[in-house]
């Protein structure tokens, strides 16, 4: 009994825990000692442990002069922010205190951290501090203050742009210090690509003066961007493309590899516009030696350096014409950086350096690796698919690896031998006695097709053909497809050149495949040969022995539309991964393609933000989420167009229609005013060209086109609905998603009912911006529920930002 009184004593305890003692030391009356609890506050953070509770006492500690505390305050407050929105608040004077502070290094790191804290809550606080700090004396209160109208955008758009900080910011692009523009650059950059109009960050003449005059001067990451955005420019002359690229020819002499490429890709582009074949040549000639210094860093540098140099050398391959000994493979290069090299030397091969490449390669197939020896004997065999004057010293140096018998050396030999007998008919043939000594030793499905391959097509010069083939025939149920079709083609071929000693031959292995094989691909070429064989020798004989076209040396790592599109972004994840951006970027990679579509010769075009919209609606699809989280399993809308306006329908008084009272049908009476002389709202004609939203071909009969607009400060929807149906529509009601700025009905949708067929109704829907905020991409993207008696449709509408951004 007394054990079990004094059982609990073993689950007290006199701690309180570490984050107890914490919250003690951040209030103590010692600087040094709360300087210290902060940082262990940090480390505990860093690790992953939840300190959040700690937050009201690290926030006191904000109000200091020691700048390294205040920075430890400014993370942990970053940190934190989401988690803690109420909290946050309790730091706004201090953040707002130290925006007026004389040291700029404080200034700036105020305006920094509140940008950083992503929480709505603090806008409000953060709009004057900022616009301060994108005026300050201080170059770098302004440079830190243009990246966080950035961050501002990315937040809240709208107040963005009602604020007029996007506007400041295209005017730092003027600013005397370089470091201020480079990231006046970055940030109208970071927002371009967030939105769809085209006029946030575009290049002309003036801009491109500044940029060039600030390249010289910034840091390693400025001057990144700028040459990103010299990318984008397009000149008007060959004369002005040859002076951009005379004053970007410095920047590759640069020590960050970033800097290199990014300046690669700018003269790459330039290129295109320059006629001058002698500056031509002096620009290819200073571009290969800081590719080559590339080669001098790090494994992964180098990677992402000879990735790039791949795509490089297939558009201009003189290059790098002379630099092929720096590609030759070190004895401690990383296996992926070996492969690489291995395709930058096949390019680089010619008539003037093959014998020195076909030395290393005999070298390479030595080597341990068993995937990259194969990758060199196969580039044996390009080479001499390659160069023509090259091929027997090639085939003599397959010939010597495939004396070795070394089994994945002899297969991989035999499988280019296939390729160079193709691309060199009838000139070989009398290396093929070697290579049938080694056919007990294949083992791979491609070296067996390929040795299969070549008895066929040379059946006639073999003496002992029927006997290949039959050692393959014992096991042809065992072998896979690709060996299985060789050999039905091969003993086909057989037969045909021989005809008395293959018949047995081909009309066993023809009945084993048709009835044996459950590959439908290998009983139908079966039947297709024994078809043939049994209407028409002759016929077969020309349709199987019909002279083959040679093969090309294919040494293009990706195909020609795709590398223009990679030059375009040399020194990013596509160039190195060898892929589309679109299919690495997402949506904001297709705006960037429907910008390019819309491009025009010349001078900078105007282009309507509704017309932008809806291309973009056609890049990247019409069909959307069901917003009401139902499964109707309806067909989403398509792609909406532009449209003209459909006729104005009978004017009726505004009180009339939001009241659903007015049978809105059609007709061809004159407009008529109401008393008072003024125009009834719904008759307004919109300012801005409404697009179709939904057509009668996916949407069961219902037309639905629309605009949105604005009047007398308020935001509206202009509908048309059109009835292509034999019946009724009723029950109508319209729903939005959650979108970048909350916009959503203010009212229910009042549309006539019932809506008789080839009836049309004009309907005009006043909106709010009092709904769910989801930022969108791009951030003017409205997704839309409408519904009727038939059905639930799903489409995409566009909102100017103009029309959205001046409403409150």
């Not at 407050?77 to 502070?101: C, G, H, M, S």
């Not at 991989?412 to 030793?441: H, M, Q, S, W």
């Not at 639905?704 to 607009?709: D, E, I």
């Amino acid at each position: 009994m007394a054990a079990a009184v004094r059982g609990p004593k073993f689950f007290s305890t006199t701690k309180k825990g570490e984050n107890f003692e914490l919250k003690a030391d951040l209030n103590s009356e010692y600087r040094e000692k709360r300087k210290e609890t902060v940082k262990k506050v940090i480390a505990n953070m860093t690790i992953g442990k939840d300190v959040s509770s700690l937050f009201a006492d690290v926030v006191k500690n904000m109000q200091t002069e020691d700048l390294e505390l205040k920075k430890l305050v400014y993370l942990y407050l970053i940190n934190y922010a989401r988690t803690q929105p109420e909290l946050v608040i309790l730091a706004v004077n201090t953040f707002v205190k130290d925006t007026d502070d004389v040291n700029p290094l404080i200034r700036a790191l105020a305006i920094r951290t509140m940008g950083m804290l992503r929480v709505e809550k603090i806008i409000d606080y953060l709009l004057e501090p900022l616009k301060k700090g994108l005026k300050d004396e201080d170059p770098y209160v302004r440079k830190t203050a243009a990246l966080c109208v950035a961050k501002l955008y990315d937040l809240s758009p709208m107040i963005a742009i009602d604020n007029g900080l996007i506007t400041i910011v295209q005017d730092m692009l003027s600013d005397r210090n370089p470091m201020v523009i480079a990231n006046a650059v970055a940030a109208l950059a970071e927002i371009s690509e967030a939105s769809v109009r085209r006029d946030v960050f575009v290049v002309n003449r003036s801009i491109l003066t500044k940029l060039l005059a600030a390249l010289n001067e910034c840091t390693e990451w400025g001057q990144i961007c700028i040459l990103n955005s010299l990318a984008s420019y397009r000149p008007h002359d060959t004369r002005e493309a040859g002076d951009i690229a005379e004053r970007v020819l410095p920047r590759l002499q640069h020590a960050n590899a970033s800097v290199v490429l990014s300046a690669v890709r700018v003269l790459m582009i330039y290129l295109e516009f320059i006629t001058n074949d002698e500056l031509l040549k002096q620009i290819t000639r200073k571009m290969a030696p800081p590719l080559v210094t590339l080669l001098s860093s790090e494994p992964e540098i180098q990677y992402v350096a000879l990735r790039n140099i791949n795509l490089i050398l297939q558009k201009r391959a003189d290059v790098l014409n002379q630099e092929i000994r720096v590609f030759f493979i070190k004895y401690n290069d990383p296996p992926y950086v070996k492969l690489e090299k291995l395709e930058v030397i096949i390019k680089l091969c010619s008539d003037k350096n093959v014998d020195q490449v076909l030395s290393e390669l005999r070298e390479y197939a030595n080597e341990v690796d068993v995937d990259f020896v194969r990758k060199s004997v196969g580039a044996i065999g390009r080479c001499a698919v390659k160069i023509e004057s090259a091929s027997e010293k090639c085939v003599n140096a397959l010939l010597d690896l495939i004396k070795t018998k070394v089994s994945h050396v002899v297969q991989e030999a035999i499988v280019v031998i296939k390729d160079i007998f193709r691309k060199y008919p009838n000139r070989y043939e009398g290396i093929i006695p070697a290579l049938c000594e080694n056919l007990d030793t294949l083992d791979e499905p491609e070296a067996k097709a390929s040795l299969i391959w070549i008895v066929g097509e040379y059946a006639d010069r073999i003496d002992n053909a029927t006997e290949l083939l039959e050692f393959f025939l014992e096991g042809f149920k065992d072998e896979t497809s690709m060996v299985q079709l060789q050999l039905i083609s091969a003993s086909v071929k057989l037969f045909l050149k021989k005809p008395g000693a293959a018949q047995e031959i081909v009309q066993r292995i023809l009945t084993t495949a048709t009835q044996g094989c459950d590959n439908p691909d290998i009983r139908d070429r079966a039947y297709i040969y024994w078809r043939l064989l049994s209407s028409n020798p002759q016929t077969a004989k020309a349709v199987v022995l019909a002279e083959k076209p040679p093969i090309e040396a294919d040494t293009a790592t990706v195909s020609e539309s795709l590398l223009d599109e990679l030059l375009h972004n040399i020194g990013s994840l596509a160039s190195v991964y060898h892929k589309s951006p679109s299919l690495l970027g997402g949506t904001s990679v297709e705006i960037g393609r429907t910008r390019e579509v819309l491009d025009l010769e010349g001078e900078e075009p105007e282009v309507d933000a509704r017309t932008v919209a809806a291309q973009v609606n056609a890049v990247v699809g019409g069909g959307i989420d069901n917003l009401l989280d139902l499964d109707f399993g309806g067909p989403s809308a398509g792609s909406p167009a532009v449209a003209t306006p459909p006729p104005m329908r009978t004017q009726t008084s505004a009180i009339d229609d939001l009241l659903g009272l007015t049978d809105l049908s059609p007709s061809t009476s004159t407009p008529t005013y109401q008393p008072g002389g003024f125009e009834p709202m719904v008759g307004a004609t919109s300012t801005t060209p409404k697009v179709s939203f939904l057509t009668s071909a996916n949407a069961k009969g219902l037309d639905v086109q629309g605009a949105f607009t604005r009047r007398n400060g308020d935001l509206y929807l202009e509908l048309s609905f059109a009835n292509r149906t034999s019946g009724p529509m009723t029950e109508f009601a319209i729903q939005f998603n959650t979108n970048t700025y909350g916009i959503t009905p203010a009212a229910s949708l009042q549309v006539p009912e019932p809506l008789a067929p080839n009836q049309s109704a004009d309907v005009l829907l006043r909106l709010s911006t009092s709904g769910g905020v989801q930022k969108m991409d791009p951030p003017n993207l409205i997704q839309i529920a409408l519904k009727n008696n038939l059905g639930i449709y799903y489409f995409n509408a566009f909102i100017a930002e103009d029309i959205v951004g001046n409403h409150r």
